[in-house]
């Protein structure tokens, strides 16, 4: 499933074409892209065709496109979502929903969104005040407004957010008596995380990801988040993790931070840290990756 550096590198890709952009026509191609959309606010086509895209904005694994002060267009990508820019006319295989725009910058433009698995969307959302009254989330170049979707407003700000309170979410991991690794991917306390990722920091500050995160003291949370700022950055930097090809950015070029995992998906290989095999786990019907002696439960 696409984590956050992947949905950045689309947020990113999208911003200098979108921003300003006006929406000249839409072409539903399959209902079951539109799950979340609230057909009371109108037919999503007709809500849609004519509005002009105000920036890109993204908070964890969520991006959104305000349309004005009122509502916005809300994007989540799913297991196979992709949203690629191409000249007028070009598909992709599994276009779900195609839009034309007319870019400021680039003239008119198409921006699919593919869905193989469908189980992405898009959606158009009316806008709430943010609970802080600090901007929505992560707006690159542009300043994201203090309002965000309704369906994206339970989710928490992620690391990388200008205004993620690092202070109150280390007090409020230190209230959870659950293991540090289910606290990390808790997208209600610090969004953006998934497994690899939360592998890849745990790895990174020699920490356990059963460690019970009641009993860790606030500097060695504080590592840990420093950890995953460095672990996100770093896939940012390298284009997000791509193990197939449906992870890729709006060019449709596939990402590499797989190629510099320490942790996730290297069982049985040396620790590039110490030379222990790496063991793999059962965790949540998923997998845990780390190693036996860097990260030791404490």
Known sequence: MPELPEVEVVRHGLEPAITGALVTSVDVRDARSLRRHDRAAGEFADVLTGRRIESAVRRGKFLWFPLGATDALVTHLGMSGQVLLREPGVDDLHTRIALTIESARHGEL????????????????????????RPAGFA????????????????????????FDRTAVITCIRRRNSAIKRVLLDQTLISGIGNIYADEALWAARVHGEQTAS????????????????????????????????????????????HSLNAYGQAGRPCPRCGTPIVRT?????SSHFCTVCQRRR
Do not use: C
Request: hydrophobic letters at 45%.
């Open 110 to 133: 198409r921006v699919n969104f593919a869905d193989q698995r469908i189980f992405g969307s898009m959606s158009i959302d009316r806008l709430v005040p943010t609970a802080d009254g």
């Open 140 to 163: 690159g170049a542009s300043t994201a407004a203090a309002r965000i979707p309704s369906q994206v407003a339970h989710i928490a700000r992620d690391a990388l957010d200008p205004a």
């Open 215 to 258: 009993r860790m003291s606030r500097a060695r949370i504080g590592t840990l988040l420093d950890a995953v700022t460095e672990v996100l950055q770093k896939a940012l930097a390298e284009g997000g993790t791509s193990f197939d090809a449906q992870y890729v950015n709006v060019n449709g070029e596939s990402g590499y931070f797989a």
């Open 282 to 286: 059962a965790f949540m019907n998923r």
